[in-house]
Protein backbone atom coordinates (compact mmCIF):
# COMPACT_ATOMS: atom_id res chain seq x y z
CA UNK A 1 0.00 0.00 0.00
CA UNK A 2 1.69 3.12 -0.82
CA UNK A 3 -0.19 6.79 -1.48
CA UNK A 4 -3.65 6.56 -0.58
CA UNK A 5 -6.18 6.15 -2.93
CA UNK A 6 -9.25 8.13 -2.65
CA UNK A 7 -12.71 8.71 -4.59
CA UNK A 8 -15.71 10.07 -4.57
CA UNK A 9 -17.62 7.15 -4.98
CA UNK A 10 -16.68 5.14 -1.28
CA UNK A 11 -14.84 6.10 1.72
CA UNK A 12 -11.77 4.83 3.22
CA UNK A 13 -11.93 4.11 6.78
CA UNK A 14 -8.28 4.03 8.64
CA UNK A 15 -9.62 2.56 12.48
CA UNK A 16 -8.12 0.36 15.28
CA UNK A 17 -10.67 -2.89 15.39
CA UNK A 18 -9.50 -2.79 19.11
CA UNK A 19 -10.90 0.54 19.85
CA UNK A 20 -14.20 0.62 20.43
CA UNK A 21 -15.01 4.18 18.40
CA UNK A 22 -13.51 2.36 15.52
CA UNK A 23 -15.63 -0.47 15.70
CA UNK A 24 -18.74 2.04 16.52
CA UNK A 25 -17.80 4.02 13.41
CA UNK A 26 -17.40 0.50 11.30
CA UNK A 27 -20.43 -0.80 12.64
CA UNK A 28 -22.47 2.84 11.68
CA UNK A 29 -20.80 3.52 8.17
CA UNK A 30 -21.85 -0.37 7.05
CA UNK A 31 -25.90 0.24 8.92
CA UNK A 32 -25.72 3.02 6.71
CA UNK A 33 -24.75 1.29 3.83
CA UNK A 34 -21.70 3.36 2.75
CA UNK A 35 -19.42 2.11 -0.09
CA UNK A 36 -16.27 1.35 2.31
CA UNK A 37 -12.58 0.62 1.93
CA UNK A 38 -12.00 -0.62 5.64
CA UNK A 39 -8.20 -0.28 6.84
CA UNK A 40 -7.71 -1.66 10.04
CA UNK A 41 -4.14 0.04 11.08
CA UNK A 42 -3.77 -2.93 13.54
CA UNK A 43 -3.47 -5.32 10.38
CA UNK A 44 -2.13 -3.02 7.79
CA UNK A 45 1.05 -1.49 8.41
CA UNK A 46 0.98 2.43 7.43
CA UNK A 47 3.77 3.73 5.23
CA UNK A 48 5.96 6.63 5.92
CA UNK A 49 4.56 8.32 3.31
CA UNK A 50 0.34 7.43 4.10
CA UNK A 51 0.72 8.78 7.56
CA UNK A 52 2.62 12.20 6.30
CA UNK A 53 -0.15 12.37 3.59
CA UNK A 54 -3.10 11.37 6.32
CA UNK A 55 -1.72 14.50 8.65
CA UNK A 56 -1.60 16.63 5.49
CA UNK A 57 -4.93 15.98 4.34
CA UNK A 58 -6.25 17.12 8.27
CA UNK A 59 -3.82 19.69 7.80
CA UNK A 60 -1.90 19.30 10.85
CA UNK A 61 1.77 17.55 11.70
CA UNK A 62 2.58 13.67 11.84
CA UNK A 63 3.08 14.43 15.84
CA UNK A 64 -0.65 15.67 15.81
CA UNK A 65 -1.50 12.46 15.10
CA UNK A 66 -0.20 10.63 17.97
CA UNK A 67 -2.70 10.68 21.04
CA UNK A 68 -0.06 11.13 23.86
CA UNK A 69 -2.82 10.41 26.06
CA UNK A 70 -3.60 6.68 24.94
CA UNK A 71 -1.92 4.33 27.92
CA UNK A 72 0.26 2.69 25.38
CA UNK A 73 1.87 5.98 25.01
CA UNK A 74 2.42 6.89 28.05
CA UNK A 75 3.57 3.65 29.08
CA UNK A 76 6.07 3.58 26.44
CA UNK A 77 7.13 6.93 26.02
CA UNK A 78 7.45 10.50 27.50
CA UNK A 79 6.76 13.89 25.94
CA UNK A 80 8.92 15.20 23.85
CA UNK A 81 9.46 16.97 20.39
CA UNK A 82 10.46 14.24 18.21
CA UNK A 83 11.48 14.85 14.70
CA UNK A 84 8.98 13.84 12.11
CA UNK A 85 10.69 10.63 11.07
CA UNK A 86 10.30 9.38 14.93
CA UNK A 87 6.97 10.51 14.94
CA UNK A 88 5.98 8.36 12.29
CA UNK A 89 8.29 5.21 13.40
CA UNK A 90 6.10 5.22 16.75
CA UNK A 91 3.10 4.97 14.75
CA UNK A 92 4.11 2.33 12.68
CA UNK A 93 5.38 0.54 15.65
CA UNK A 94 2.93 1.48 17.91
CA UNK A 95 -0.69 1.66 15.41
CA UNK A 96 -2.87 2.12 18.43
CA UNK A 97 -1.39 5.56 19.79
CA UNK A 98 -2.76 7.05 16.45
CA UNK A 99 -5.67 9.31 16.59
CA UNK A 100 -8.65 7.22 14.98
CA UNK A 101 -11.07 6.45 13.04
CA UNK A 102 -9.99 9.10 9.70
CA UNK A 103 -12.49 8.75 6.67
CA UNK A 104 -11.69 9.70 3.71
CA UNK A 105 -13.99 10.46 0.61
CA UNK A 106 -12.37 12.33 -2.80
CA UNK A 107 -11.20 15.54 -1.11
CA UNK A 108 -12.52 15.30 2.13
CA UNK A 109 -10.78 13.69 5.87
CA UNK A 110 -11.84 14.06 9.10
CA UNK A 111 -11.13 12.11 12.11
CA UNK A 112 -14.38 10.69 13.18
CA UNK A 113 -14.91 12.03 16.90
CA UNK A 114 -18.31 10.05 17.15
CA UNK A 115 -19.69 7.25 14.95
CA UNK A 116 -22.03 9.20 13.05
CA UNK A 117 -19.29 11.74 12.20
CA UNK A 118 -19.27 9.25 9.17
CA UNK A 119 -21.83 10.36 7.57
CA UNK A 120 -20.40 14.28 7.15
CA UNK A 121 -17.99 12.54 4.55
Known amino acids: MGE ?17 RGEQTL ?5 NRLKLEEIDILKTKLTGTQI ?3 ASKLHME ?6 QNHPAY ?3 FEHHNF ?4 WIKMIQHNPEIM ?22 I
Not at 5 to 20: C, E, M
Not at 103 to 115: E, Q, S
Open 4 to 20: IATSNRQVTLFYNSDSP
Open 27 to 31: AYAKA
Open 52 to 54: VEL
Open 62 to 67: VADLVN
Open 74 to 76: ASH
Open 83 to 86: SEDD
Open 99 to 120: KQPIALRGDKTIIVDTPTDILK
